[in-house]
Structures are given as structure tokens and as C-alpha cells.
């Protein structure tokens, strides 16, 4: 049986959770309301303070999903009382980042500043070298993060570009002058 399927999510105060037809989960909280269409294999129950999340029968597919729908009503829960948030460094000479607005300005050692509008529902801000991106959803959250870091990845030389703040760049050693 599947170890994080079968354990309950418990519904903090001030969370209500509503499983519609096709399992559409949607949850709300003190931060924001999400919505998501969950696999219909699934049987959702919201029992008291708990949401339950069982599988039909043992087949391999079943498995796997009953350990994702948990993991993303939890997800659900977890984003709208406390969000998620990502942090990103930005290194390098000259290498900057500055927020006007909606709009993140990344000056990347390009001939032109990489300009991005920050999508619905996330918000990020710009703290010396590093940008901070929140929302309510752990997914978009991701995503936005890892469109930012495409922009300039970290390079293996000098470290230059931008990080995860939890990231380790694997270093390698540069050329070595002639004797």
C-alpha cells in the first residue's frame, strides 16, 4: 500500500476543501482559492478535519496515482495557508536584477535587458542580488523560477548567472598556463 496515499491531510482552521464531480478538488484558505481536476480513478472523501484519498484496486497505474492526488491536495492545502516561495541569486559582474511593477528587468551580461512580466497569482521581488519569487501555487511558483534561471544559467567556471539559493554549481577547474 502506498505510504503517502494512505496517510490523511489534515484541514487546518479557516481551510475549507469541496470535492465537486470529476474530482474537482478546490480549496480555499486564508491566502487564495485553488482549483485542480484530479484523476477520476481516485476516491477524495473529506472526512472531519481530514481529507482521505483511496485507490480502487492494486494495478501499477493506480499506485502511482494515489501517491500524486495526495501529495497535490496537500500541496493545495499547504499553498493556501502558508504560499511557497523560491529564492534566486543572481552572480556576476555587472549582473542585475531590478522590479518595476509587474515587471522583472534582468541586466545578464547580454547587449539588451531580458524583460518578464510576473504571471497571475505570483509575485517577485528584488533584494540586492537576490529575487524572491511567492504565490499560492507550488507548480506555477516552479515554473516561474525555473524560467527565470533559463535565462542565465549558472556556469561551471566562475559561477556566474543565476542559482537556486539551495543549489551548488559543480565547479570545475579552468586552463593551466604552458611551463
Request: charged content about 30%.
Given at each position: 500500500?502506498?505510504?503517502?496515499?494512505?496517510?490523511?491531510?489534515?484541514?487546518?482552521?479557516?481551510?475549507?476543501?469541496?470535492?465537486?464531480?470529476?474530482?474537482?478538488?478546490?480549496?480555499?484558505?486564508?491566502?487564495?482559492?485553488?482549483?485542480?481536476?484530479?484523476?477520476?480513478?481516485?476516491?477524495?472523501?473529506?472526512?472531519g478535519?481530514?481529507?482521505?484519498?483511496?485507490?480502487?484496486?492494486?494495478?501499477?497505474?493506480?499506485?502511482?496515482?494515489?501517491?500524486?492526488?495526495?501529495?497535490?491536495?496537500?500541496?493545495?492545502?499547504?499553498?493556501?495557508?502558508?504560499?511557497?516561495?523560491?529564492?534566486?541569486?543572481?552572480?556576476?559582474?555587472?549582473?542585475?536584477?531590478?522590479?518595476?511593477?509587474?515587471?522583472?528587468?534582468?541586466?545578464?551580461?547580454?547587449?539588451?535587458?531580458?524583460?518578464?512580466?510576473?504571471?497571475?497569482?505570483?509575485?517577485?521581488?528584488?533584494?540586492?542580488?537576490?529575487?524572491?519569487?511567492?504565490?499560492?501555487?507550488?507548480?506555477?511558483?516552479?515554473?516561474?523560477a525555473?524560467?527565470?534561471?533559463?535565462?542565465?544559467?549558472?556556469?561551471?567556471?566562475?559561477?556566474?548567472?543565476?542559482?537556486?539559493?539551495?543549489?551548488?554549481?559543480?565547479?570545475?577547474?579552468?586552463?593551466?598556463?604552458?611551463k
Amino acid at each position: 500500500m502506498s505510504r503517502i496515499g494512505r496517510m490523511p491531510i489534515a484541514i487546518p482552521a479557516g481551510v475549507t476543501v469541496d470535492v465537486a464531480e470529476n474530482n474537482k478538488v478546490t480549496v480555499k484558505g486564508p491566502k487564495g482559492t485553488l482549483e485542480r481536476v484530479l484523476p477520476s480513478e481516485m476516491e477524495i472523501k473529506v472526512e472531519g478535519a481530514e481529507v482521505v484519498v483511496s485507490r480502487p484496486n492494486d494495478l501499477k497505474k493506480m499506485k502511482s496515482l494515489h501517491g500524486l492526488t495526495r501529495t497535490l491536495i496537500n500541496n493545495m492545502v499547504v499553498g493556501v495557508t502558508e504560499g511557497y516561495e523560491k529564492k534566486l541569486e543572481v552572480n556576476g559582474v555587472g549582473y542585475r536584477a531590478s522590479k518595476a511593477g509587474k515587471k522583472l528587468t534582468l541586466n545578464l551580461g547580454y547587449s539588451h535587458p531580458v524583460e518578464m512580466e510576473d504571471p497571475e497569482g505570483i509575485e517577485s521581488v528584488v533584494d540586492g542580488n537576490n529575487i524572491i519569487i511567492k504565490g499560492i501555487d507550488k507548480e506555477k511558483v516552479g515554473q516561474y523560477a525555473a524560467e527565470i534561471r533559463d535565462k542565465r544559467r549558472p556556469e561551471p567556471y566562475k559561477g556566474k548567472g543565476i542559482k537556486y539559493a539551495d543549489e551548488t554549481i559543480r565547479r570545475k577547474v579552468g586552463k593551466t598556463g604552458k611551463k
